[in-house]
């Protein structure tokens, strides 16, 4: 998401130029980033919540559980700060009941939402290195799993993410810049969002913007979960094969590991156009549509877990099923229970009329015989 800068810097060089002159909106930023961010944000953040609902639940307590509570709240973060930044700047410059989100709000909180946006960015990157890392030692290393991850160093290692987040984030807040300038077009002080001259700073840039950035946001979690789910999945893959010798709790195991395994890929998928992108940002290549289809897939990212929780997580579901389906399953169970008791009512009235019917047709074989 670090070049999502560069892609609002452009949504502010149209309507706020000095000149005036309202820059034209392209079908592929409308659709990519205007309605299909938009879209997937909100959808996101209503199954980001669902899920830490039914994740924080007692019966779900456990330390992987923690954690992915940990990423859920990081996602979170990300989507409400992706819809905020890039899905309803984009729609406001062609819905007029946004434009005054678009032109006068959003130029005043761009500073403190650029930096929460990269925050929640590295908090999700290496919260799903450390589910990595718990899976790793779980499947891998069972017998030093229970000493490692407990619930409450899981809540440790969630709060040393943040931390390290908050900390590595801290000079963002002095990267953007607000400045007036005058719209011929309505003669009115407008606003433009720039890079400051912190920002501007070309061992600030070279280092910082752009290889630590590379550093801790890609490569060496890129290596990470690239070498850890390799023993992962060659784990998994031997215990499928030797399936009836494990035990129920291993069994377990395996299952969550190939559930957490398809949220890494999918992670891996979505970010690695982002790599591509902020790769050729050092070499001054500004490739726009990869940009746009670089912040639809990292939003993806955030979104899609939710579903994968519901497909492969049995005690997810069922624990999902309960909570919000308690009503409806004690309506269902009181009426049960009515037509299963008017059943056995009839059912023992049938048993105690059973013996004269036996009786009535034993004599009734008896005269046929005797006939």
């Keep these: 998401m670090n070049q999502t800068f560069e892609r609002m810097n452009d949504t502010w060089r149209g309507f706020g130029s000095e000149d005036g002159s309202s820059g034209p909106i392209s079908n592929l930023e409308l659709l990519s980033t205007g309605v299909g961010i938009t879209a997937l944000s909100i959808l996101g953040i209503t199954g980001n919540v669902i899920s830490l609902f039914v994740l924080s639940r007692p019966q779900m307590h456990s330390s992987i559980n923690c954690s992915l509570q940990g990423l859920a709240i990081f996602d979170t973060g990300v989507l409400m700060c992706a819809l905020i930044m890039l899905g309803l700047t984009t729609l406001g410059k062609i819905v007029y009941w946004l434009h005054f989100y678009t032109w006068i709000i959003f130029p005043f909180i761009v500073p403190v939402i650029y930096p929460l946006a990269l925050i929640a960015q590295t908090g999700s990157v290496w919260m799903t290195v450390v589910v990595t890392i718990e899976r790793y030692v779980a499947v891998c290393h069972p017998l030093h799993a229970r000493s490692l991850f407990t619930y409450k160093r899981s809540r440790v290692y969630n709060l040393l993410v943040t931390g390290v987040a908050v900390c590595y984030n801290i000079p963002r807040f002095w990267e953007i810049q607000r400045i007036e300038v005058w719209d011929s077009f309505t003669n009115s002080t407008a606003y433009d969002i720039q890079p400051s001259e912190f920002r501007k700073n070309k061992v600030y840039f070279e280092i910082y913007y752009i290889w630590m950035y590379l550093l801790i946001m890609y490569f060496l979690p890129f290596l990470t979960l690239a070498v850890l789910n390799t023993f992962i999945w060659r784990s998994v893959k031997q215990a499928n094969r030797d399936r009836q010798k494990l035990s129920l709790r291993q069994r377990k195991e395996i299952s969550l590991a190939t559930m957490l395994l398809c949220v890494v890929v999918i992670f891996l998928i979505c970010n690695i156009t982002a790599l591509i992108v902020n790769i050729l940002e050092y070499f001054d290549v500004n490739w726009g549509s990869l940009a746009l289809f670089s912040n639809l897939l990292v939003t993806f990212n955030s979104s899609v877990n939710f579903i994968i929780y519901y497909i492969f997580g049995h005690k997810f579901k069922?624990?999902?099923?309960?909570?919000?389906?308690?009503?409806?399953?004690?309506?269902?169970?009181?009426?049960?229970?009515?037509?299963?008791?008017?059943?056995?009512?009839?059912?023992?009235?049938?048993?105690?009329?059973?013996?004269?019917?036996?009786?009535?047709?034993?004599?009734?074989?008896?005269?046929?015989?005797?006939?």
């Design 318 to 371: 069922q624990t999902l099923f309960l909570l919000f389906c308690k009503k409806k399953l004690r309506r269902t169970q009181t009426s049960t229970s009515g037509t299963n008791r008017s059943v056995w009512i009839r059912f023992q009235s049938t048993r105690c009329r059973q013996p004269h019917l036996q009786d009535t047709n034993s004599k009734k074989r008896t005269a046929s015989v005797n006939l």
